[in-house]
Each structure stands twice: as structure tokens, then as C-alpha cells.
């Protein structure tokens, strides 16, 4: 079934690659990393992989940059050893927030991060809930854009939904809480932000749609320091809901946010293992969903060259 398929893992997240392999029923590849007192590295393939189906598995999470030179020497390592085909399995893109130049002299640094993997040698991407759409478009080799909404879905219709409004953090959020609504047959509701005179953040100052009484699920792509959530927990809050959760598929959870969210009128967030989650941060609000299956299934039909659009046809 899978004669010439070879999965190899960088060190970020071998927890999720072990998940991906157990899911296709095939062994984790070998390859080693020797670091050198300069802080250079080596990666080194211990298996041929001559003409064979290869990807490689790394999402972008602390240390970010040892992850991302991880991953480019193991896709020049794998291109200089005469593989097939080379996919890189990034679940969570790097610098996928740097996708527009909205200040002067700035890299829009997704872009770059884009031409670094392809010239490193990768043939295609597969990667999972990307900040924006446009990001998708950086690249000149195929990207699989896999979504989590159908496991987040899942785990949300287990409970009583009766009462409940999805509710967009801001306007940019809002095509994606539509994509929810339409799964889960919920309304949903809008968090209107203003900036006053030179203030640099945001403050919400409007709520598009009906809140009061009702249960809130805020709809995110990712949480980093969970600022700007706890802000519209107690936004919502203030406009009379009953209970509020957060769902996002990117658990980043930098800084103060773990502890941000404990202290929060949040009862459960709920994310996905796109990025390790360590004991230290599952506290009991934080409930973490495994992807594992939708990945072993997107490399399984890349690899016998099914659909993956089928995958999600009904999100």
C-alpha cells in the first residue's frame, strides 16, 4: 500500500508524527541531528530514500527559528539524497502573521518563509489553517490547505447548541465563524473594534448580532498571548452572555497566556495539537484535539494522488 512512502520527523512535534504514522500504519523514518558548540547543525538521513515518496513533518513552535533551519537542512539533506518527491507537513506555518506590508520597510516574512522552503527543496506543502488566505498564494508548488473545522465541529455538536451564537473576535474572523455557522446551523455575531486617534490596539466597541442570554463560542485560527480573547470574553460578558468557550485550531499560547486564560471568564478553550502542547499549559479549561488523522489522511491521498478537497466537502 504504501511501498515507496517515507515519513520523517524534525524535533518539534514528534509526539504528532508518531500520531501520523500509527494512523497510515507505517514506521517513523530514521534521521539524526548532531548540534556543534558554534550552535550549527546537521541532519543526516539513515535510510535510502532514492525515488521515494517523502514527507517531512514540522510545525513552527518554540524555538521558531532552530525549527525552521531544521526543517530546510532536512529538505536540502533529503533533496541531495535523490528523493522522489519532497512534501513539506507544517502544520502550523512560520511567520504566518507577517502576510502583508502594513508599515514602511517591513519583510512580509510568510512570503519569504514560502521561497525558503521551495528553494530547500520541497515539491508541495501541506499545511493546516493558514492566518490568511493570501498566504496560500506565495507559493509556485502546490500547498494543501487542510482545515481542523471538522474535528472542532465534531467536539462542540457533543453538547447542547440550542442557546449558542459563534461569535467573530473582529471583522477579519468572520468569513471563517460563517464557514462554522454553516456546519453547525448556529447565527452568529460580530465583535466591532475602533482605534481612537494614535492608539496602536484595537478596542471592541460594537457588537454586530445578538448576544444577550445566550452561550458565546469565540471562533479564532490561533491564540498567542490570549489578549486579545480574554477581551472578548469579558466583552461579551458585558453584553449579557450566559457562558462564553473559545475554539481555535492553533494553540501558540506564548507569554502570559495560559495563565490569562485561567484566570478568564472563559469555561473551556478548545484547540488542536497543531503545535505541541506541553502538561505545564493543559490546565482543565484548555481542552487539546488531535489532528493526527486528518494529516495521515492528507498524506495518504497525496500519495496515491486522491482529492484532498474531497476531504472537506461538507466544511
Not at 172 to 192: N, P, T, Y
Not at 246 to 255: E, K, Q, S
Not at 276 to 282: D, E
Amino acid at each position: 500500500m504504501f511501498g515507496n512512502l517515507k515519513v520523517f520527523s524534525g524535533s518539534a512535534h514528534r509526539e504528532l508524527a508518531a500520531a501520523i504514522c500509527k494512523y497510515l500504519g507505517v514506521a517513523l523514518s530514521p534521521c539524526k541531528k548532531v548540534t556543534f558548540s558554534n550552535e550549527n547543525f546537521m541532519i543526516q538521513i539513515e535510510e535510502n530514500v532514492r525515488g521515494q515518496d517523502v514527507f517531512v513533518i514540522q510545525p513552527s513552535c518554540t524555538p521558531v527559528s532552530d525549527g525552521i533551519m531544521e526543517m530546510l537542512i532536512t529538505l536540502d539533506a533529503l533533496r541531495s539524497a535523490s528523493a522522489g518527491r519532497i512534501t513539506a507537513v507544517m502544520p502550523y506555518f512560520p511567520y504566518v502573521r507577517s502576510d502583508k506590508k502594513d508599515q514602511p520597510r517591513i519583510s512580509i516574512a510568510a512570503r519569504l518563509m514560502a521561497d525558503l522552503v521551495q528553494t530547500a527543496g520541497a515539491d508541495r506543502v501541506l499545511t493546516m489553517d493558514l492566518h490568511a488566505a493570501q498566504i496560500h498564494g506565495f507559493f509556485s508548488i502546490p500547498v494543501d490547505h487542510l482545515t481542523a473545522r471538522g474535528v472542532l465541529c465534531s467536539h462542540l455538536e457533543r453538547r447542547d447548541l440550542s442557546n449558542s451564537v459563534l461569535v467573530a473576535s473582529d471583522v477579519g474572523e468572520a468569513k471563517d465563524v460563517g464557514a462554522f455557522s454553516r456546519i453547525l446551523g448556529l447565527q452568529m455575531a460580530i465583535i466591532d473594534k475602533r482605534r481612537s486617534g494614535n492608539d496602536e490596539k484595537a478596542k471592541a466597541t460594537h457588537l454586530v448580532g445578538e448576544i444577550d442570554g445566550k452561550d458565546a463560542i469565540i471562533i479564532d485560527d490561533e491564540i498567542a498571548t490570549a489578549g486579545t480573547l480574554v477581551e472578548a470574553a469579558d466583552f461579551l460578558a458585558e453584553h449579557g452572555a450566559l457562558s462564553i468557550r473559545a475554539v481555535a485550531t492553533h494553540p501558540i499560547l506564548c507569554g502570559p497566556a495560559v495563565e490569562r486564560i485561567q484566570k478568564s471568564r472563559m469555561e473551556e478553550v478548545i484547540v488542536t495539537n497543531t503545535v505541541p502542547v506541553p502538561p505545564s499549559k493543559r490546565i482543565d479549561k484548555i481542552n487539546v484535539l488531535s489532528v493526527a488523522s486528518i494529516f495521515g489522511e492528507g498524506i495518504r491521498r497525496i500519495h496515491h494522488s486522491e482529492s484532498i478537497g474531497a476531504m472537506f466537502a461538507n466544511t
